[in-house]
Protein backbone atom coordinates (compact mmCIF):
# COMPACT_ATOMS: atom_id res chain seq x y z
CA UNK A 1 0.00 0.00 0.00
CA UNK A 2 1.00 3.04 -1.46
CA UNK A 3 0.87 6.33 0.91
CA UNK A 4 -1.41 7.90 -1.52
CA UNK A 5 -3.98 4.68 -0.97
CA UNK A 6 -3.53 5.03 2.76
CA UNK A 7 -4.58 9.26 2.33
CA UNK A 8 -7.17 8.30 0.09
CA UNK A 9 -8.72 5.47 2.30
CA UNK A 10 -8.38 8.38 5.57
CA UNK A 11 -10.61 10.84 3.51
CA UNK A 12 -13.38 8.23 2.11
CA UNK A 13 -13.92 6.28 5.62
CA UNK A 14 -12.11 8.55 8.21
CA UNK A 15 -15.24 10.46 9.53
CA UNK A 16 -17.87 7.72 9.46
CA UNK A 17 -14.42 5.69 11.53
CA UNK A 18 -14.29 8.70 13.63
CA UNK A 19 -17.92 9.06 14.44
CA UNK A 20 -18.07 5.49 15.30
CA UNK A 21 -15.05 5.69 17.39
CA UNK A 22 -16.67 8.55 19.25
CA UNK A 23 -19.73 6.35 19.94
CA UNK A 24 -18.12 3.42 20.70
CA UNK A 25 -15.92 4.91 23.24
CA UNK A 26 -17.32 8.37 24.76
CA UNK A 27 -14.36 9.85 24.83
CA UNK A 28 -12.36 12.22 22.86
CA UNK A 29 -8.73 11.06 24.12
CA UNK A 30 -9.86 6.76 23.54
CA UNK A 31 -11.77 7.91 20.47
CA UNK A 32 -8.96 9.33 18.99
CA UNK A 33 -6.64 6.79 20.04
CA UNK A 34 -8.60 4.05 18.11
CA UNK A 35 -8.74 6.11 15.06
CA UNK A 36 -5.74 6.03 14.72
CA UNK A 37 -5.10 2.49 15.62
CA UNK A 38 -7.53 1.36 13.10
CA UNK A 39 -5.34 3.05 10.64
CA UNK A 40 -2.46 2.13 11.98
CA UNK A 41 -3.06 -1.96 11.74
CA UNK A 42 -4.69 -1.04 7.96
CA UNK A 43 -0.93 -0.21 7.25
CA UNK A 44 0.52 -3.14 9.25
CA UNK A 45 -1.57 -5.35 8.14
CA UNK A 46 -2.38 -4.22 4.41
CA UNK A 47 -0.34 -7.86 3.04
CA UNK A 48 -2.80 -9.88 4.73
CA UNK A 49 -6.16 -7.58 3.87
CA UNK A 50 -8.51 -8.02 0.87
CA UNK A 51 -9.86 -4.41 1.03
CA UNK A 52 -10.32 -3.96 -2.51
CA UNK A 53 -13.41 -6.15 -2.53
CA UNK A 54 -14.81 -4.50 0.89
CA UNK A 55 -12.65 -1.90 2.58
CA UNK A 56 -15.07 -1.74 6.00
CA UNK A 57 -14.86 -5.65 6.08
CA UNK A 58 -10.89 -6.01 6.54
CA UNK A 59 -11.29 -9.31 6.19
CA UNK A 60 -8.27 -11.36 5.72
CA UNK A 61 -7.34 -13.38 2.25
CA UNK A 62 -7.71 -17.01 2.74
Known amino acids: MRQEELEQYIYTYG ?4 SFCRSVTRDRQEADDLYQD ?6 ESREEL ?4 NPKSFRKEP
Open 15 to 18: RELY
Open 38 to 43: TFLKLY
Open 50 to 53: EIRK
